[in-house]
């Protein structure tokens, strides 16, 4: 199963003619949107190209309308994909996980020791939870205030307390300060936990404390919020006492510099970072994230390895599902003309972010993208958000467009 990549190295001393007629080795460390996505595009744009994709999960838990599985909206299961379509693209799955990088000799070391030879590397971990930065914050506490921001279990924990919460409960969110996954994520999961409770909890409200100042599409939630679910939700910013330092896990309760919170619910999304194979690799810079090219997405501190999607420093482009899918296709060819011995073509890139206030309402925001001074920047003019005073037939499309979306990039990734 392995042989392309275990036999590198041994073919590496065999001399240059033995390297000029073997398949050149592609290993892509992570098999979410970014990671999976890259891995066929290698393989259906360059058949000659010989790829891992090396990811211990079985199957794959997506975060995208996950905050519809916590509202009650959706079943766990539909957010769970599989590799074997991956596996039959001529790809080979490695179930097993990455501890560490060789880059001077270009192999990923597995948890049992195997080495894999590579001739590039992708790494496309997505995030972990910084259980550093928030005191009284960490995996144990995150049992009783749960994160719910990697999709699985966490979800249906969120989920559960929801529903064993009495009528007149406080529930609180917790939203960190950029860059973090899904920057929409935090408002859209208000929105839900909102209509369910309205349905089933009526006398419930929510609390959102936020480190920012302003959020993604506010004022499209902000319009909604008064429309769908008037005197439920109220958002507290930063200047107004809204970031929370520290926690007490026990009470369920939350700090700020203005006072205390306590709360029957309590969903605390904690700053991120990449994922950590990306701090073994030394492609992860001081700030937790990681630099690249925005050309090549080749990494800016260790040569011949890529990062894309969450871990990636970004620039403008936001963090998202639909980000790393479209990193993933313009990394494939850039990693494919580098192997080539070619210049790659510099990408224009699109994100769009749909978000459900309620099964039938719907807001987006798009951008489009194009590196400038060393970094992706937004193309002005070219992306925008929903109508403030789009009638109710337009908000129930863009949910649907949502749905529509959600299928297809699952379809391309894993089916």
Known sequence: MLGAFAAGACAALAGPAVLAQAAPRVVVIGGGFGGASLARALKREDPGIAVALVEPNAHYTACPLSNAVIAGLRDMKAQHFGYAGIEADGITHVPQKAVRVEA?????????????????????????????????????????????????????????????????????????????????????????????????????????????????????????????????????????????????????????DFGEHRAAVANVIPPQRAGAIAALAGVADRTGWCPIDPVSFESRLVPNIHVIGDAAIGGAMPKSAFTANAQAKACASAVIALLRERNPAEPKLINTCYSLLAPDYGISIAGVYAPQNGLLAEVEGAGGTSPLDAPASVRAEEAAYGEAWFQTITTEAFA
């Not at 969110?173 to 089933?200: Q, V």
């Not at 302003?214 to 008064?226: C, D, N, P, T, V």
Request: proline share 7%; net charge neutral; glycine share 8%.
């Open 104 to 256: 001077d000799q270009r192999r990923v070391v597995l948890a049992d020791e195997v080495r894999l030879s590579y001739d590039r590397l992708v790494i496309a971990p997505g995030i972990d939870l910084n259980f550093d930065a928030l005191p009284g914050y960490d995996a144990a506490a995150s049992q009783l205030m749960p994160h719910a921001w990697k999709a699985g279990e966490q979800t249906l924990l969120l989920r559960r307390q929801l529903e064993a919460m009495e009528d007149g409960g406080l529930v609180v969110i917790s939203a960190p300060t950029n860059p973090f996954r899904c920057p929409p994520g935090p408002y859209e999961r208000a929105s839900l936990i909102a209509h369910y409770l309205k349905a089933h909890k009526p006398r419930s409200k929510i609390l959102i404390l936020d480190a920012k100042d302003g959020f993604s599409k506010q004022r499209l939630f902000e319009a909604g919020w008064a429309a769908l679910y008037p005197g439920m939700i109220e958002w507290v910013g930063l200047s107004f006492g809204g970031a929370v330092t520290g926690v007490d896990a026990a009470t369920r309760t939350l700090r700020t």
